[in-house]
């Protein structure tokens, strides 16, 4: 398992995050998955084994339940604090109040509480704002991330589900009042959806952060298990929960040219697909997420998968996205800025 820093931060985390949305069973994230203490220390305890340090979870998850069963199977475990590096999220509904959700001051404040509470820890390593708010000013919800750093109770603070303009936007309004800027971006990301290539991945390049794909294998879809006009296995989740959304004659492609290549590596469709965003450039660590240790120990096996430079050429043909304004104009534009033997940034 190789580590990567977080970003431009001294941070290292593992290239693979144990991704916690399976863990609980309550309203409707049951579809995503319900596993209950004893399957959440097991797989815990595989994934450190495994060589990984980075745990991904969600105030919003399983209403509360998956930071609280992430706690617990710390202590179970003995796990040192120091060994880990746990992230959490705030934003979404955690209950009926009207303060009850959002980037607000007041609710940003509240929740950090609540989190470390069901987490039973007094830092997480990474708070993200799980989306776009669009009640909060970004000055308001920039300056309280920056007090919840201050109280020690998050070490470097990350955005998921952000649009390029709105994180430049939160990242100029640190810089310019010295406060904590983001050092990462959750994002979907996968071989069938490349869409945060257009400016999300430039952005995130040109001010240092680190990429963490959520929904790697598109809701399972990527996995191996579906075919076009197939419905999918009986009780997978994606049979069940048709998201993220996906061109999914594009995913199919997809499919069809990872499968030779994970014939020849004696590998999964899936770890294929992983090992395919773990060479991305900016990508710090790729979140898994298992119903079971079956499908964990499969991930996991991803990380000793290195693909040749023609298998890359194959899959990133096969994955291209179309051309778009402004990109193709740029690209048009770029090519006589250089000439025969210059240096290329």
């Avoid at 310019?176 to 430039?202: H, K, M, N, W």
């Avoid at 899959?315 to 090519?335: G, I």
Wanted: aromatic letters at 6%; one cysteine or more; charged letters at 25%.
């Amino acid at each position: 398992m190789r580590m990567h820093r977080l970003g431009r931060t001294g941070l290292y985390v593992s290239e693979l995050c144990l991704g916690t949305m399976t863990y609980g069973g309550k309203g409707f994230w049951e579809v995503i998955g319900k596993l209950g203490i004893d399957a959440v220390a097991g797989q815990l305890r595989t994934a450190l084994d495994a060589g990984v340090n980075f745990l991904d979870t969600a105030d919003v998850y399983h209403e509360g339940e998956s930071e609280r069963l992430v706690g617990e199977a710390v202590r179970r475990l003995g796990v040192r604090r120091s060994d880990l590096v746990i992230a959490t999220k705030v934003r979404g509904r955690v209950g009926k109040g009207v303060n009850d959700a959002g980037l607000s001051r007041g609710h940003i404040l509240d929740a950090i509480d609540a989190s470390l509470a069901r987490l039973g820890t007094d830092h997480v390593d990474l708070y993200q704002i799980h989306g776009v708010d669009p009640a909060t000013p970004l000055e308001e919800t920039v300056h309280a991330l920056a007090d919840v750093v201050k109280a020690g109770k998050a070490r470097y603070v990350g955005f998921c589900n952000l649009p390029a303009w709105m994180a430049m936007k939160a990242l100029a309004i640190a810089d310019r009042a010295g406060l904590p800027r983001f050092v990462s971006a959750q994002v979907y990301y996968t071989i069938a959806s490349r869409d945060i290539e257009r400016e999300l991945v430039p952005l995130c390049k040109d001010e240092g952060l680190g990429i963490l794909p959520w929904s790697p294998l598109a809701g399972g879809l990527l996995s191996g298990k579906y075919a076009a006009g197939e419905r999918g296995p009986e009780g997978a989740r994606r049979t069940s929960f048709d998201f993220p959304p996906v061109d999914k004659p594009r995913a199919f492609a997809c499919v069809d040219a990872m499968r030779p290549i994970a014939a020849a590596h004696g590998v999964s469709v899936a770890q294929i697909a992983l090992a395919y965003l773990l060479q991305k450039p900016q990508v710090a660590s790729v979140i898994i997420g298992a119903r079971t240790d079956a499908q964990l120990a499969d991930n996991l096996a991803a990380a000793k998968v290195r693909l040749a430079a023609d298998e890359v050429a194959a899959l990133d043909a096969v994955s291209a996205l179309p051309p778009e304004y402004p990109a193709w104009m740029v690209e048009r534009q770029s090519n006589d800025r250089f000439l025969e033997g210059m240096d290329r940034p």
